[in-house]
T-cell receptor
């Protein structure tokens, strides 16, 4: 099971771009990298998933270097409502345990 | 709305009691996951089922058990409850138990043990 390491917390201001990096040195060949967002007292919500290079959707981008030992979630122009905990997960392939780490607590200020 | 339904939303019970939490996955999803989240703590993976069979187990206590029924709904049974079992319990579902599928989470059941 690939262990992930993320910063415990990050601060930003409205309108800025936020990049959250996750380290996963032991990622396996068939592992995917997935990011979830969680607001207080709510269930996590899928943000984005990727395997290699770059993935972009309507809310975020995910950058994965060639060695796949890390990944960066990029949130463009954050707003106050982006204040949440962001989790990086690395799937172990096959039956997925979906093990969440400690996550990164992002605080967006006016 | 994720499509995953958890009942009840809130539950207050006394130590030593037993409770059952229920989860109805999204239509078409075969895989169900259970998580425990204590106050200001991370999500602890408990157990996963796929099409009625247990497929992965995390740090689930022996006092806890779960099952997935033929209609794919799942129940998490917590017995001999202790104060430390007070937490939010989340259920998630996905169409397949593989690493490239998105999991959808319910709104959780908040259990308070007094």
């Amino acid at each position: 099971l690939a262990k992930t390491t993320q910063p415990i917390s990050m601060d930003s201001y409205e309108g800025q771009e936020v990049n959250i990096t996750c380290s996963h040195n032991n990622i396996a060949t068939n592992d995917y990298i997935t990011w979830y967002q969680q607001f207080p007292s709510q269930g996590p919500r899928f943000i984005i998933q990727g395997y290699k290079t770059k993935v972009t959707n309507e809310v975020a981008s995910l950058f994965i270097p060639a060695d796949r030992k890390s990944s960066t979630l990029s949130l463009p122009r954050v707003s106050l409502s982006d204040t949440a905990v962001y989790y990086c997960l690395v799937g172990e392939g096959g039956f997925q345990k979906l093990v969440f780490g400690t996550g990164t607590r992002l605080l967006v200020s006016p | 709305d994720s499509g995953v339904t958890q009942t009840p939303k809130h539950l207050i019970t006394a130590t030593g009691q037993r409770v059952t939490l229920r989860c109805s996955p999204r239509s078409g999803d075969l895989s169900v996951y259970w998580y425990q989240q204590s106050l200001d703590q991370g999500l602890q993976f408990l157990i996963q089922y796929y099409n009625g069979e247990e497929r992965a187990k995390g740090n689930i206590l022996e006092r806890f058990s779960a099952q997935q029924f033929p209609d794919l709904h799942s129940e998490l049974n917590l017995s001999s409850l202790e104060l430390g079992d007070s937490a939010l319990y989340f259920c998630a579902s996905s169409v397949a138990p593989s690493a490239d599928t998105e999991a959808f989470f319910g709104q959780g059941t908040r259990l308070t043990v007094v």
